[in-house]
């Protein structure tokens, strides 16, 4: 498997770059089958507007001669308003029905059906690796949870249709993501329990996964902020000249925030080859849509920006699959982002310190739930004889054994060593922190009871 | 109404205003001082073992910084506002020509976009190179610094980080700057481990200590004296060369007062040393601090234990400025050898005023007269 983050040390961070590639470079990306149309912007706005004004006619042409617009602009005399609901919404891309059958023959993707099948038993596994860790975290065993619920398709549709290498920033709902791409059950136990076998040396809360092998730059907190950190890493991935894409994956919710909003206008002017994922779940917590924009959802943003953009069910991952394909082939050929926004629900609770029974009624979720994306591709799976009920509960107890298996190698496994929370800060530990790190271990020695100590990895026992 | 189509159709209307007019305002009065004038830089000599120099002011002296940079690093890029044209304060003229427009780009107005952009570039392995206009405008990327780049390789487990990520701001009072041209923003950053906060005090060092940020893999902040841009010239090295991080310089050796201060604030600290020589025969010491995150202690307490006395000035707000980090610091390490309590001759805690400035500011008088305290102790 193709890697762009190579695993090794120091130098490896530079891997990416192939020195001198030009822009120009012809890239060569297979053609996708599936005439998806995507709302394009036309091409007087994409262009990019030199930074000198170079439309120079001349003041007797009776147009508009503002810097500020494209070449494409008009007068008019009429004191007409641009209302925000002239032009209809924008449509919703689906392949399969809610009865799992395909509409449009020449949608359904080129997909291989022991492909299809594992999309499906990652789904089952992601759905069930969620159930156990809720009540893990009830249990008190873990500090924090947030399951997946609903979005099973928009992870696997999407990762699917990405080429391994390339890279991709995330939020924090996206575990899908990472299992299809190679996450073990293992990597993610040893994150949510803080193991000295996580990756990230027990630093972060769980659920905030990274990985270098996989290209997936770990997740953080504060929302948003991967946005504008995927349009530079895309830049860079264009100077390099490799004919990949950088993919960014965030919430209705984050699309708010500034960070949303630098991240579209930077992507668009500096001809970022970036995929804009966002999972349109309904929810912020406990805000609903309504109250998180008045616009037409996120896509119709885009236009604003000088995006092209499309809407899809991301609950039926055929369209997902396609959208993303198709996405991913304009970012590259065309070095520009491209947004897909793909509607779902949040069937579960925003993690386990909500109950988002305080602010929607169950018969909605239920709704949802008879219509979620595991059912969907359920019911499309045993129409399509590729599936049956004896299968389903055959992998159902496969799935929860290899979860279980993973939960007790972590559960009682050691955390890292101790000294492990003043390393990294720096490249090089500042003298200032080793006195530091001097005089907490003089402290816990002394204080040794009072202390969980015998929880983490003794120090000559670190690699 | 024809009067006015005359005066259009003449261009009168924007035209500047006539010498006629200009007569009538008067000339400059002379009790108008140009605070930018009082301000005097003495040149310094850099090591011969840099090689050939040449005389540069510090923009241009950060220019050549960046030249060298994107030179010998074909990854590295420059950034920000305007800094295709040459920037607002002349700091990347010539490298958009030299280099392309793919190297040295405009970005769109929004700072908390140029730090995520930067941090994201440097995240893949190239090196960025991000200018924010002025740092009183850095506070939209705050985030940014503080809860991305600052902690991508500790919550990463060092898996991943952003050490190949500079920021570089013009900072500090200008004679007219007021509220929002004026801010030295550095102690709000030393409060965040996980990156590094430096300030030089002229162009070699200015020099020296960018290339060093650039190199360096840790994000950095590297605030220049906007009021050296073109005050301070002196004979700087012209090739590749860099100045350690993470080490305060004895700028002048001294053993009755030990002095610390960055930037623009050295320099007038070299005035207070003269003034305390030839008034008081009081032998100062002075220390140009040049990394405030992670500072070198090591080289201010050995002062301190042979002197005694300590003075730190800075014109950031006296509360929670960096001085205060130092005091204690010194306090603790020092105790037994402190003849008298740590002096902070700082900008008073209000924000930085317009007609007020030259009270506000931490000048060679109030300096002088806290040197006058610790020595009458």
């Not at chain 2, 906007?226 to 860099?242: M, Q």
């Given at each position: 498997m193709q890697t762009i983050l190579s695993t090794s040390m120091a130098g490896a961070r530079r891997m990416l770059w192939a020195v001198g590639k030009s822009l120009q470079e012809a890239v060569?990306?297979?053609?996708?089958?599936?005439?998806?149309?995507?709302?394009?912007?036309?091409?007087?706005?994409?262009?990019?507007?030199?930074?000198?004004?170079?439309?120079?006619?001349?003041?007797?042409?009776?147009?508009?001669?503002?810097?500020?617009?494209?070449?494409?602009v008009r007068f008019t005399e009429k004191l007409d308003f641009l209302l925000p609901d002239t032009s209809p919404a924008i449509p919703v891309y689906r392949v399969i029905d809610r009865?799992?059958?395909?509409?449009?023959?020449?949608?359904?993707?080129?997909l291989p059906e022991d492909v299809?099948?594992?999309?499906?038993?990652?789904?089952?596994?992601?759905?069930?690796?969620?159930?156990?860790?809720?009540?893990?975290?009830?249990?008190?065993?873990?500090?924090?949870?947030?399951?997946?619920?609903?979005?099973?398709?928009?992870?696997?549709?999407?990762?699917?249709?990405?080429?391994?290498?390339?890279?991709?920033?995330?939020?924090y709902r996206e575990a899908g993501v990472f299992l299809w791409r190679g996450f073990t059950l293992d990597d993610m136990m040893n994150q949510c329990f803080s193991t000295h076998q996580d990756v990230h040396k027990g630093r972060m809360v769980p659920i905030n996964y990274g990985s270098r092998d996989i290209n997936f730059v770990t997740m953080s907190s504060p929302l948003a902020t991967q946005i504008p950190q995927a349009a530079g890493a895309a830049y860079a991935m264009r100077m390099s000249g490799k004919p990949l894409c950088v993919t960014c994956y965030f919430g209705d919710g984050a699309s708010s925030e500034g960070d949303a909003h630098a991240g579209f206008n930077f992507a668009a002017t500096l001809d970022c080859p970036l995929l804009f994922f966002c999972r349109n779940n309904g929810y912020a917590i406990s805000t609903p849509t309504s109250e998180q924009y008045r616009g037409d959802g996120i896509a119709s943003r885009a236009a604003g920006y000088g995006i092209s953009t499309i809407r899809v069910d991301g609950n039926d991952v055929f369209a997902v699959y396609n959208a993303t394909k198709a996405a991913r082939e304009i970012c590259i050929k065309e070095s520009k982002p491209v947004l897909i926004e793909a509607m779902t629900y949040r069937i579960g609770d925003h993690s386990t310190s909500d109950d988002s029974t305080t602010y929607r009624t169950s018969e909605e979720v239920h709704q949802f739930q008879q219509d979620s994306p595991i059912t969907r591709l359920n019911t499309y799976l045993v129409k399509n004889g590729l599936w049956d009920p004896d299968k389903e509960t055959t992998y159902r107890e496969e799935a929860k054994s290899k979860v279980l298996e993973a939960f007790h190698g972590a559960k009682d496994r050691k955390k890292p060593p101790i000294s492990d929370l003043m390393t990294d800060v720096y490249d090089r530990m500042p003298a200032h922190l080793e006195r530091q790190a001097a005089s907490m271990r003089r402290h816990v020695n002394i204080y040794s009871e009072q202390y969980p100590v015998q929880d983490f990895l003794e120090e000559d026992k670190a690699v | 109404m024809a009067v006015c189509g005359a005066l259009v159709r003449s261009g009168r209307l924007s035209r500047p205003i006539c010498g006629r007019t200009l007569s009538l305002i008067g000339s400059r009065p002379a009790s108008v001082k140009r605070m930018a004038s009082a301000l005097s830089y003495v040149p310094e000599t850099a090591p011969s073992d840099f090689g050939e120099t040449t005389k540069m002011n510090l923009f241009q002296s950060i220019n050549s910084a960046m030249d060298v940079a994107l030179a010998t690093d074909p990854t590295a890029v420059i950034f920000g506002e305007d800094v295709a044209f040459g920037?607002?304060?002349?700091?990347?003229?010539?490298?958009?020509?030299?280099?392309?427009?793919?190297?040295?780009?405009?970005?769109?107005?929004?700072?908390?976009?140029?730090?995520?952009?930067?941090?994201?570039?440097?995240?893949?392995?190239?090196?960025?190179?991000?200018?924010?206009?002025?740092?009183?405008?850095i506070y939209p990327a705050f985030d940014q610094i503080v809860n991305e780049a600052a902690k991508y390789r500790y919550r990463s487990g060092n898996l991943f980080d952003c050490g190949r990520l500079t920021m570089r701001a013009p900072c500090g009072a200008v004679g007219h700057g007021a509220l929002y041209h004026s801010q030295s923003p550095e102690a709000f950053f030393a409060h965040v481990p996980g990156i590094k906060v430096v300030i030089p005090r002229g162009p070699i060092q200015a020099k020296g200590l960018l290339l060093a940020c650039i190199k360096d893999d840790n994000p950095c902040i590297f605030l220049e004296p906007?009021?050296?841009?073109?005050?301070?010239?002196?004979?700087?090295?012209?090739?590749?060369?860099?100045l350690p991080l993470t080490s305060a310089e004895v700028v002048v050796e001294g053993k009755d007062v030990t002095m610390v201060a960055w930037g623009t604030q050295v320099q007038v600290l070299r005035e207070v040393c003269n003034m305390a020589q030839e008034k008081l025969g009081v032998s100062c010491e002075l220390i140009d601090l040049r990394t405030i995150m992670p500072w070198d202690s090591e080289t201010v307490i050995k002062s301190v234990n042979k002197t005694g006395r300590l003075l730190v000035a800075h014109e950031a707000p006296l509360t929670g400025g960096f001085a205060a980090e130092i005091a204690s610091t010194v306090q603790g390490e020092c105790f037994l050898h402190l003849e008298a309590p740590v002096e902070r001759v700082c900008g008073y805690d209000t924000p930085f005023p317009h007609i007020f400035e030259p009270f506000y500011m931490p000048d060679k008088w109030r300096c002088f007269e806290a040197v006058k305290k610790l020595i009458n102790y």
């Open positions: 060569s990306v297979k053609e996708s089958s599936t005439h998806l149309s995507f709302m394009q912007t036309s091409s007087g706005f994409t262009k990019r507007l030199g930074s000198t004004y170079t439309n120079a006619a001349s003041f007797a042409d009776d147009r508009p001669q503002f810097p500020g617009t494209g070449s494409k009865q799992g059958e395909v509409l449009d023959p020449t949608q359904k993707p080129e299809i099948l594992d999309m499906y038993r990652k789904m089952v596994l992601l759905n069930t690796f969620d159930a156990i860790m809720l009540n893990v975290q009830r249990q008190g065993r873990i500090s924090f949870y947030m399951t997946n619920y609903g979005e099973e398709a928009a992870h696997m549709g999407s990762a699917a249709a990405l080429d391994p290498a390339d890279v991709i920033f995330g939020q | 920037g607002v304060f002349r700091c990347t003229v010539g490298l958009a020509d030299k280099y392309g427009k793919d190297r040295v780009f405009n970005t769109p107005l929004c700072e908390q976009g140029i730090a995520g952009f930067g941090i994201g570039m440097a995240v893949m392995g190239a090196t960025a190179i991000a200018e924010i206009q002025f740092a009183d405008y906007k009021i050296l841009y073109r005050a301070a010239v002196e004979h700087v090295p012209v090739g590749d060369f860099t």
